[in-house]
């Protein structure tokens, strides 16, 4: 069993950012991939970035490339999303996610999910 618990939402003008963390219970957090997800209000969840249970891989979302940047520290069971250059349709609540030894991007593919955080970008 994982537990997952984000923090780091809040609200921010647009061009702004905010770095995410996802910290996990656990002994066994470096043979999880981590997930970051997004749902806005009236839309579907989607994935935003992942990262290999080893951390050589990592995936972003076309929409996030270049802005968002995942990263792993599991010395501190811990993920971190840094967003950059933020934009109102970043506007989400965002999930982490984890799957064991599995790297996927469908929301599917993830055992453990935590709460969410809202991230508000204000224009």
């Known amino acids: 069993q994982v537990q997952l618990v984000e923090s780091g939402g809040g609200l921010v003008q647009a061009g702004g950012s905010l770095r995410l963390s996802c910290a996990a219970s656990?002994?066994?957090?470096?043979?999880?991939?981590m997930g970051w997800f997004r749902q806005a209000p009236g839309k579907e969840r989607e994935s935003v970035a992942a990262?290999?249970?080893?951390?050589?891989?990592?995936y972003y979302a076309d929409s996030v490339k270049g802005r968002f940047t995942m990263i792993r520290d599991n010395a501190k069971n811990t993920v971190y999303l840094q967003m950059n250059s933020l934009k109102p349709e970043d506007t989400a609540v965002y999930y982490c996610a984890a799957a064991r030894y599995r790297f996927a991007l469908a929301a599917a593919a993830y055992d453990y999910w935590g709460q969410g955080t809202q991230v508000t970008v204000s224009s």
């Open positions: 656990g002994r066994t957090f470096s043979s999880y991939s």
């Open positions: 990262i290999h249970w080893a951390g050589g891989n990592t």
